[in-house]
């Protein structure tokens, strides 16, 4: 021990400086770490079937990025309890299905969630509602959220926004206060891809003598020649003349290596006789030489995706054999078993792409094939008898890891089909393959 007080100074002096350097390291970790864990300051939610409002959720996050903001979109249903419950932003961008129902990769928040009250008198949110208003229940989903969300005491930063089958004003107001929020001052360019010229190259109809209404095979080429890149599951946007923003979608049947962009299209009879204005123009009217503007929609929630190397199971019926046939013919591509459950009238006239079903079936990329004709016996039959009369083999395809791809009319035959794999699978574990995107829906 010494008694030198300069010696005691100077040790006094040395511990100081250490005590100082040790708070500054562990006060810059904490900073680091705050900075790390700040919370994202806002969340797009968006709940989407055919990827509008999924769209439209990840615009919403690059414009609110470009003003310096910190942003993440995710689906309804992949939303934390925890996010729901500690965010004090949330923008909801939400479409409605069926007859006022929420989409698929809503159904565990609606579930897990707005079965309850929480209290959210922390939250500020705002809700960009898609829907169409020649459904009764026009918007019905968006409505029902704003109202539960406002229920629960969290606090609206601005009326709700319908858009009314993608209207272009509606969506501009959703822009602007966007831009209110963010600070921003110029509003990006959301606009959407221009319409290409197309040409019909070949146009037949495909169902003679079906108890159903014409069916035909419409085949087009871009004017210029040069493609555009899809893939299966994709959606072409047809442009009606004299009906400009009111595009007419379709799944597109083929594939861009076969030279030809094929749909299947449905002639609309209204009850008055005449025909739908779209379907009409493009099984009759429509000359062969004429333009027609189209441009090609990517379809996320019903392409391959993740899905990529897992077996499938195809299920549709009508003119819902179009996005199939994309699925299976690109197949054709890999050896990678697919099962095909496929639903119409009659087996003579109705079993559209036959020819390629056949040929998929010889090359073994089709390993099951159900043709599932209604009205070829005594007793009605569908699709969804199928699937009920197959559970074992479904629970055999599922827990091989199958992805499960549906197309169809939604009242005809998906709504069913649901029912029984509900039914077959458990509601959990379809509510599991829906969340991971194993269950995919293209139903109109
Ligand atoms: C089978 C089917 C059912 C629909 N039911 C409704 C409905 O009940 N109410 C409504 O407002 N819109 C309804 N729509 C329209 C969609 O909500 C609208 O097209 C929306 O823009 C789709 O957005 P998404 O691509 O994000 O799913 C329905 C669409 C389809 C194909």
């Not at 990025?65 to 925890?82: F, H, N």
């Not at 926004?161 to 360019?189: F, K, Y």
């Not at 390629?356 to 005594?378: H, I, N, W």
Request: charged letters at 25%; hydrophobic letters at 45%; one cysteine or more.
């Amino acid at each position: 021990m010494t008694s030198d007080p300069v010696r005691l100074w100077g040790a006094a002096a040395m511990l100081l400086a250490w005590l100082l350097l040790c708070a500054a390291i562990v006060l810059r970790r904490r900073l680091s770490q705050r900075a790390a864990t700040r919370p994202v300051q806002w969340i797009v939610a968006y709940a989407s079937q055919t990827g509008s409002a999924d769209h439209l959720a990840q615009l919403t996050v690059a414009t609110l990025k470009t003003a310096g903001l910190s942003a993440l979109d995710c689906s309804l249903s992949e939303l934390e309890p925890a996010q729901l419950r500690q965010s004090d932003r949330i923008l909801f961008i939400v479409s409605t299905y069926g007859e006022g129902d929420p989409p698929d990769n809503a159904l565990r928040f609606v579930r897990a969630e707005m079965q309850g009250a929480p209290r959210l008198g922390h939250l500020h949110y705002a809700v960009l509602a898609l829907g169409d208003s020649s459904y009764a229940q026009y918007c019905g989903f968006g409505r029902a959220l704003d109202q539960w969300l406002g229920a629960c005491g969290a606090n609206p930063l601005f009326d709700r926004i319908e858009v009314d089958r993608g209207a272009a004003p509606a969506i501009t107001a959703w822009q602007e206060h966007l831009c209110h929020l963010a600070g921003a001052v110029d509003a990006p360019d959301w606009s959407e891809p221009a319409y290409a010229d197309w040409r019909i190259v070949e146009r037949a109809e495909i169902n003679a003598g079906s108890a159903g209404e014409p069916v035909f095979r419409v085949a087009l080429a871009p004017a210029d020649g040069v493609f555009p890149d899809w893939e299966a599951g994709d959606l072409a946007q047809v442009s009606v003349p004299g009906e400009p923003g009111l595009p007419r979608e379709y799944s597109i049947a083929s594939l861009p290596a076969e030279g030809r962009l094929e749909l299947l299209v449905r002639l609309h009879r209204r009850a008055d006789g005449s025909h739908g204005s779209a379907s009409g123009f493009l099984c009759l009217h429509a000359p062969l030489a004429a333009p027609i503007a189209l441009r090609v929609r990517e379809h996320k929630r019903f392409r391959i995706g993740e899905n990529r190397w897992r077996p499938l199971i195809l299920i549709g019926n009508g003119t819902g054999m179009a996005g199939l046939r994309a699925h299976f013919k690109e197949r054709d591509f890999r050896a990678i078993d697919c099962w095909l459950v496929f639903g119409e009238r009659n087996e003579a006239s109705d079993f559209h792409y036959r020819e390629d079903v056949e040929a998929s079936v010889a090359m073994a990329t089709l390993v099951r094939f159900d043709g599932v004709f209604s009205r070829d016996q005594e007793q009605r039959r569908y699709v969804q008898h199928v699937l009920r009369e197959s559970g074992a083999a479904l629970r055999d395809w599922v827990e091989r890891g199958a992805a499960i791809y549906v197309c169809g009319g939604l009242l005809t035959m998906a709504a069913g089909v649901h029912e029984v794999l509900e039914a077959e699978l458990g509601k959990a574990k379809l509510e599991q393959l829906a969340d991971e995107g194993r269950y995919r829906r293209d139903v109109y």
